[in-house]
């Protein structure tokens, strides 16, 4: 791959990450302005065009789906599609079939101008939740109702049925349900209001930790911009990305610790940055004398550039290594630009056009392939660590992530502890996205260009995540009492084993 192709984002799943906090208001207040339907027609044009695009360009839609259920799925709903609708209803039939294909890189987005609007309503849950032990609990301690309790009903609207709405909005490579939910807590304040629209007050009913009655609280919602900008303030158990990478020595232990909540390092500045610092870790690795354990903690790393991951593992491998064993696209150039999000056609579409003709070359089948000059070989870094190596993931780990966890644990460089990654074992699709909008509604469809086949030598079809050799999640004491699992399994019982 040319160098230019290293800083390539993998678009990330989070739906609150386009926020732009721009604040004209383009409707009352005290208005639903997700309330305006569409008549049946304009659904339709808008669900044929959703459906050509993905069926021309998707590069992986039939990676985790059965063709013919997606295409009965397709059909069932396009004849569904007989009254007028607004858009949060009709974003919960896209979402449905984005969560069947199973790709973490397929987004859909409000328009930009309901979205704006929508930041400064106070219509939002005002408090952070996390899924755990298969259910919602309030995770914040600047309320009354207690960390740790345990969501029954919103608004007489059961947990159960809470979570069901929500399922399809976030989307994991295959099918993870740990993923689908844990995400849907971290973004629970936009998820409900997408689920049930605005609420001018929350009654909440819960069960206080070690009570079995139920209390019921009244709570006053809060906008958006406020639930996001505070989030990191009032979350109680959180895994802090102020930083997006740390690294310490615990002598005592033989051990050091490599902390990388992200690998989105992808200016001059902090890719230089980055890049110094995986230098001066692994060669004070080097040179320090006794330790021979690293423990890498990548939980909920959403991933960022090729180039990050590739840096790292030169620094813990012990063979060369390709960058991918595969790269595919369906199409030679960008397809159906009518349709395109405008400053994406502007700005984005000539440089993927540019980079499949010039990196991609033609298959028999018809899809294009990445041109083998372009995939790099890897060779071991000069201060590459060769001790016993732990890598600490969970659901939310995905995309570059995930690419990197899964690499170590086909060439069992690593043991690996925690939870399934909710991205893919065997490959993802990244490179560069391509963004539509949908001629009515407004609608945008976000995904990825590539499939990318991930260089493993023992690819395990028919998976989804990459599994860990011990699972150790967290349970709701776990968060009470603000406990590391994960990292205590690994002192407890192989580090110290070890010693």
Same mark, same amino acid.
């Given at each position: 791959?040319?160098?230019?192709?290293?800083?390539?984002?993998?678009?990330?799943?989070?739906?609150?990450?386009?926020?732009?906090?721009?604040?004209?208001?383009?409707?009352?207040?005290?208005?639903?302005?997700?309330?305006?339907?569409?008549?049946?027609?304009?659904?339709?044009?808008?669900?044929?065009?959703?459906?050509?695009?993905?069926?021309?360009?998707?590069?992986?839609?039939?990676?985790?789906?059965?063709?013919?259920?997606?295409?009965?799925?397709?059909?069932?709903?396009?004849?569904?599609?007989? &009254?007028?609708?607004?858009?949060?209803?009709?974003?919960?039939?896209?979402?449905?079939?984005?969560?069947?294909?199973?790709?973490?890189?397929?987004?859909?987005?409000?328009?930009?101008?309901?979205?704006?609007?929508?930041?400064?309503?106070?219509?939002?849950?005002?408090?952070?939740?996390?899924?755990?032990?298969?259910?919602?609990?309030?995770?914040?301690?600047?309320?009354?109702?207690?960390?740790?309790?345990?969501?029954?009903?919103?608004?007489? %609207?059961?947990?159960?049925?809470?979570?069901?709405?929500?399922?399809?909005?976030?989307?994991?490579?295959?099918?993870?349900?740990?993923?689908?939910?844990?995400?849907?807590?971290?973004?629970?304040?936009?998820?409900?209001?997408?689920?049930?629209?605005?609420?001018?007050?929350?009654?909440?009913?819960?069960?206080?930790?070690?009570?079995?009655?139920?209390?019921?609280?009244?709570?006053?919602?809060?906008? #958006?911009?406020?639930?996001?900008?505070?989030?990191?303030?009032?979350?109680?158990?959180?895994?802090? &990305?102020?930083?997006?990478?740390?690294?310490?020595?615990?002598?005592?232990?033989?051990?050091?610790?490599?902390?990388?909540?992200?690998?989105?390092?992808?200016?001059?500045?902090?890719?230089?940055?980055?890049?110094?610092?995986?230098?001066?870790?692994?060669?004070?690795?080097?040179?320090?004398?006794?330790?021979?354990? #690293?423990?890498?903690?990548?939980?909920?790393?959403?991933?960022?550039?090729?180039?990050?991951?590739?840096?790292?593992?030169?620094?813990?491998?012990?063979?060369?290594?390709?960058?991918?064993?595969?790269?595919?696209?369906?199409?030679?150039?960008?397809?159906?630009?009518?349709?395109?999000?405008?400053?994406?056609?502007?700005?984005?579409?000539?440089?993927?056009?540019?980079?499949?003709?010039?990196?991609?070359?033609?298959?028999? *089948?018809?899809?294009?392939?990445?041109?083998?000059?372009?995939?790099?070989?890897?060779?071991?870094?000069?201060?590459?660590?060769?001790?016993?190596?732990?890598?600490?993931?969970?659901?939310?780990?995905?995309?570059?992530?995930?690419?990197?966890?899964?690499?170590?644990? *086909?060439?069992?460089?690593?043991?690996?502890?925690?939870?399934?990654?909710?991205?893919?074992?065997?490959?993802?699709?990244?490179?560069?996205?391509?963004?539509?909008?949908?001629?009515?509604?407004?609608?945008?469809?976000?995904?990825?260009?590539?499939?990318?086949?991930?260089?493993?030598?023992?690819?395990?079809?028919?998976?989804?995540?990459?599994?860990?050799?011990?699972?150790?999640?967290?349970?709701?004491?776990?968060?009470?009492?603000?406990?590391?699992?994960?990292?205590?399994?690994?002192?407890? %019982?192989?580090?110290?084993? *070890?010693?």
């Amino acid at each position: 791959m040319k160098q230019h192709m290293k800083q390539r984002i993998f678009w990330t799943i989070s739906i609150l990450a386009i926020a732009i906090a721009a604040g004209c208001y383009f409707f009352p207040k005290d208005t639903d302005v997700l309330s305006q339907r569409y008549a049946p027609n304009q659904l339709q044009q808008d669900f044929q065009v959703f459906r050509e695009v993905l069926e021309k360009a998707h590069p992986a839609l039939y990676s985790y789906a059965d063709k013919n259920e997606l295409n009965h799925d397709f059909d069932s709903i396009y004849a569904g599609l007989k &009254d007028d609708a607004d858009i949060r209803s009709f974003h919960q039939k896209l979402a449905f079939i984005v969560n069947k294909i199973g790709c973490s890189h397929t987004n859909l987005y409000l328009p930009k101008i309901l979205y704006d609007t929508l930041l400064h309503r106070p219509n939002f849950f005002p408090l952070p939740v996390v899924y755990v032990d298969g259910g919602f609990y309030i995770n914040s301690d600047i309320s009354e109702i207690p960390v740790g309790s345990h969501i029954i009903s919103i608004n007489g %609207n059961p947990a159960a049925q809470i979570m069901e709405r929500m399922y399809d909005y976030n989307v994991p490579d295959g099918r993870n349900k740990n993923y689908n939910l844990s995400q849907a807590a971290q973004h629970f304040s936009y998820d409900y209001f997408m689920a049930y629209g605005p609420a001018g007050v929350f009654r909440i009913e819960y069960v206080a930790p070690g009570s079995t009655t139920r209390e019921m609280v009244a709570l006053e919602p809060v906008t #958006l911009e406020k639930y996001t900008d505070e989030y990191n303030t009032n979350v109680y158990y959180n895994y802090s &990305d102020e930083v997006g990478y740390d690294f310490e020595i615990i002598d005592s232990l033989h051990t050091a610790v490599l902390t990388l909540r992200s690998f989105a390092f992808s200016t001059a500045t902090t890719f230089s940055a980055y890049k110094n610092f995986l230098l001066n870790a692994f060669t004070l690795l080097k040179n320090e004398n006794g330790i021979n354990n #690293l423990v890498i903690d990548c939980r909920n790393n959403e991933g960022g550039e090729y180039e990050n991951i590739f840096l790292l593992l030169r620094f813990l491998s012990k063979q060369p290594f390709r960058e991918v064993d595969s790269a595919k696209v369906r199409f030679r150039k960008t397809p159906y630009q009518q349709y395109l999000e405008p400053a994406y056609a502007l700005n984005e579409r000539p440089y993927l056009d540019s980079m499949l003709k010039t990196e991609f070359h033609p298959l028999g *089948d018809g899809t294009f392939a990445l041109n083998e000059t372009e995939n790099d070989l890897r060779r071991p870094h000069p201060m590459a660590f060769t001790g016993n190596l732990f890598v600490i993931t969970n659901s939310n780990v995905v995309s570059a992530a995930s690419n990197f966890v899964a690499m170590i644990k *086909d060439s069992k460089r690593g043991i690996i502890v925690g939870e399934q990654t909710g991205g893919g074992y065997n490959a993802h699709n990244g490179f560069t996205r391509l963004l539509y909008k949908l001629p009515n509604t407004g609608m945008q469809l976000e995904f990825s260009a590539v499939q990318v086949q991930h260089f493993l030598h023992h690819p395990q079809f028919n998976r989804y995540g990459v599994e860990p050799d011990y699972t150790i999640s967290n349970t709701i004491h776990d968060i009470i009492e603000n406990q590391d699992p994960q990292m205590s399994f690994i002192v407890n %019982n192989l580090v110290k084993a *070890d010693r």
